[in-house]
Structure formats: C-alpha cells, structure tokens
T-cell receptor
Framework: AQSVTQLGSHVSVSEGALVLLRCNYSSSVPPYLFWYVQYPNQGLQLLLKYTTGATLVKGINGFEAEFKKSETSFHLTKPSAHMSDAAEYFCAVSDSGANNLFFGTGTRLTVIP | EAQVTQNPRYLITVTGKKLTVTCSQNMNHEYMSWYRQDPGLGLRQIYYSMNVEVTDKGDVPEGYKVSRKEKRNFPLILESPSPNQTSLYFC?????????????FGDGTRLSIL
C-alpha cells in the first residue's frame, strides 16, 4: 500500500527565507512522486514530478525537490520565499501499476512580509 | 484553452435531495477522477475512469455514483446526500497513462448538505 506523510500542516517563513516542506512516502515499488500547489479558491496545479532518472527535480516558480530513496523522502524546497508562494502544498505518490494518486494531508505555507 | 470545468462551483442543499456535479474536459483525456478534500485529510479519491464506460471505485466511494458515457464528461452523482458529504470536490483528468502523468484539476465544487 502507498501512503504519504507531510510533516507540518502549517509552515511560516519570512519573505526571502528558505522554504522547506517535508514529504515522506511509503511504497512497496519504485514510486512516482508529485508536488501540487493549491491557491485559494482554485484547483491543484502541478509543481513538479519525479518518475525516473535524476533525483533532483526542478519545477515551476523556482521550486525543486529531491528524491531520496534511502530516506523515503521527497522534500520540496525554494531558496527564497516570495509572497506569491503562499498557498497549500500537497505531496502525492503513485506507481507504474496504480490507477490513482495518494495525496498527503497538505501543508499550508504562509509567507510573512 | 485546456481546462477541466466543474459545475456548480457552490451548492447548498438538503439531506436526501439528489444532486449531480458535472465535470467536462476539453483535452481528449482518457483518465478522469473525482476527489473530495476535507481539512486535515487532504484529497481522497472517490471514483475514477480509465476510459468511456470504464469506472472503478477509489478510496471513499460510498454514497456516490459516476458515469462515463462520453470521453469528455464524468458527472458525480449523490443519490441521497447526507451531511457527511459536505466537502470540497475536485474533478481531474490526464492522458491515457493515467495518474502517472500530471492531472489537470477543475476549480472545485463546494457542497454543503444541511
């Protein structure tokens, strides 16, 4: 069975500070991993994904994530937070044989001016 | 413009009154899915469809029905809504490779069942 754990339902950072959102997954087979962002009153948008190959994945808006198999993690980072990054972020896992995505419970990011 | 369109965006209704939330996509995607989003629980899949006339249960299918008669449409039906189905609902679609490809999400439907 697959599952995702996002540590911290709320994260606050100052504008310009490092953003680190944590995601750990559980999967019995090589996973496909995703980060989605949800802005207020909108649906989810894909930030980045890991399927195979390079373990450091770059996404939109300056975000990146690193797949660490030994730690079963896929943490999302951004070197310098911007006010427009305030949103809710979801980590999700799937695998090649699955027909659905399993989402984490989400992390709400607040950026303090 | 590629999009997934859900209607209505907001609905307040009463227990037991049948309702349908429509979902339509213009990207010729085979895979479509419904999720509900609840505070502290993230998104949970209700039903999904791999193609026309092919549907299957997700993690929380109880109390819901779906149909996929056309490729572009995937309506969610609540035959007898109950208050525990008050939630934010999202429809999503992706290519034939299914959820391993990025899903495109609608803007959501907020349902309140009184």
């Amino acid at each position: 069975a697959q599952s995702v754990t996002q540590l911290g339902s709320h994260v606050s950072v100052s504008e310009g500070a490092l953003v680190l959102l944590r995601c750990n997954y559980s999967s019995s087979v090589p996973p496909y991993l995703f980060w989605y962002v949800q802005y207020p009153n909108q649906g989810l948008q894909l930030l980045l994904k890991y399927t195979t190959g390079a373990t450091l994945v770059k996404g939109i808006n300056g975000f990146e994530a690193e797949f660490k198999k030994s730690e079963t993690s896929f943490h999302l980072t951004k070197p310098s937070a911007h006010m427009s990054d305030a949103a809710e972020y979801f980590c999700a896992v799937s695998d090649s044989g699955a027909n659905n995505l399993f989402f984490g419970t989400g992390t709400r990011l607040t950026v303090i001016p | 413009e590629a999009q997934v369109t859900q209607n209505p965006r907001y609905l307040i209704t009463v227990t037991g009154k049948k309702l349908t939330v429509t979902c339509s996509q213009n990207m010729n995607h085979e895979y479509m899915s419904w999720y509900r989003q609840d505070p502290g629980l993230g998104l949970r899949q209700i039903y999904y469809s791999m193609n026309v006339e092919v549907t299957d249960k997700g993690d929380v299918p109880e109390g819901y029905k779906v149909s996929r008669k056309e490729k572009r449409n995937f309506p969610l039906i609540l035959e007898s809504p109950s208050p525990n189905q008050t939630s934010l609902y999202f429809c999503a679609s992706s290519t034939v490779l299914g959820p391993n490809q990025p899903q495109h999400f609608g803007d959501g439907t907020r349902l309140s069942i009184l």
